[in-house]
């Protein structure tokens, strides 16, 4: 099975904090959004009161210069550290109101009677200027009360003649200090069910600008206001506002996206691969179309391999039974039978067997005997070489001198990078060799060639003998398990078996090579 390709690929804790963090910002964005919106559209009424009401206090202003000596009566004198300094040419006041940072004051006080009546040449200044303010109410829809220095209204709508001297930001005025505020608009009695939909913010901005004559307060021009609702901007915006509300709903998709194509979709590939991998189907080892992730790669990749060797175990478990319950049945058969005939014959219900037949039964039964030891031994010597290795580390010269003390007959000769160690056992590599080396002699080889060669992540050796040669048809089953030509010798058929698990379960193979005399066989040892 290939791996997965090796690409960069955002791992499943990146993607899922991506996420939850473009989620959990997006309502506080929203939130920010509108806060910010409101703050600005109350700024701007500001700005816009404060326009109107300097360019009222500046006609108010040269009205009460030109009456100065009829005998007017101006205010209280503004403090020197609220004058502008004579050297400024610019004095702009900049609206500064804000929801979260300003108290939002209750609804405006009504107007009190006042205590003394205002002089009549205010009440002329007053008659002189409704007429301006009531057209420019026409245009800006703003609220507008011209005070004299004393707090009472000589021009406007309503409360003409009354008292506004009590309320904050007109008192701050009448001492010279500019002053806005934010006051809550919710009526006394209960809004009607259809309320309007350009005044529903609930909120109204008062702004008390003083007028300044010759260093003393000459009056007020106090305006208010209701600024425009948010709703009402964003229906006038609508184009832009369906633009923003599609760019969310893209965004949406596209988490969406990414969710399926990095998470959703790998994950039901790897479900439909479990399913078809438990209903036998071996198409469904191939590497996944979409991994998504580096975890699903890997996760992916360690499932399907874990299912292919345990596929390829269960085939060969499932092969190994078959062919053992065959190799056991006829030594099995031949004892049995041998120990029958001699029962009988001991009991009588048979001629009696001559004294060379009972030899030859028994030599049956011992040799079939030694033939069941000698597989249990190979049995026990596969167990071993399929047994994971751990931290195993060996060199070939010394496993190649305890070879030849375990065929001293045999014309054994080395050569190479036998000092270069490989990872795997001494023990094991032994076993290895000796196998190759125990059929090359059951095949009248007379010398045995080692040529050991460092190709750096692994040691190559080739193991060639000048026995008889392999025939073509059996070139292809000499590993499998239980395959032997020489049955009638004692041969299980498990001495190559046993070497290429040997070499697989470390990491390593063997195979067959191609010879015009003798038998070659080609390892790859993993370096250690």
Known sequence: ?????????????????????TVGVLPLVGLFFFRLYDNQLIRQTQAELIAQSRVLATIYAQEVTARLDSGLTLGAEVPPNVLPDPGDHVTPIRPALDLTANDLLRRRPDAQAASHPSQAAYVEIGARLTPIIRETQKVTLAGFRILDPQGVVIAGRQEVGQSLAHIEEVADALHGQYRATLRNRVPDKPPPPIYSFSRGLGVHVFSAMPVIVNNRVAGVIYTTRTPSNIFDHLYQERGKFVLAGLAVILGTIAIGLVFSRTITLPMRELIDRAARIGRGDREAFQPLRHYGTREFAQLSHSFLGMAEQLARRSDYIATFSAHLTHELKSP????????ELLQDSYQGRSDGLTPAEQKTFIANILSDTQRLEAMAQRLRDLARAESLPQNERTELAPVIADLRNRFPASSIEASGSLDRPIGMSGEKALIVLSHLADNAMRHKAGTIRLEAVDERTTLRLTVSNDGEPISAPNRDRIFDAFFTTRRDQGGTGMGLAIARAVMASHGGSIRLKPTETGVAFELQFPAA
């Open 332 to 339: 099995l058969t031949s004892i049995k039978g041998a120990a």
């Open 1 to 21: 099975m290939s791996a997965a390709p090796d690409k960069w690929r955002p791992s499943l804790a990146l993607v899922i904090f991506t996420v939850l963090t």
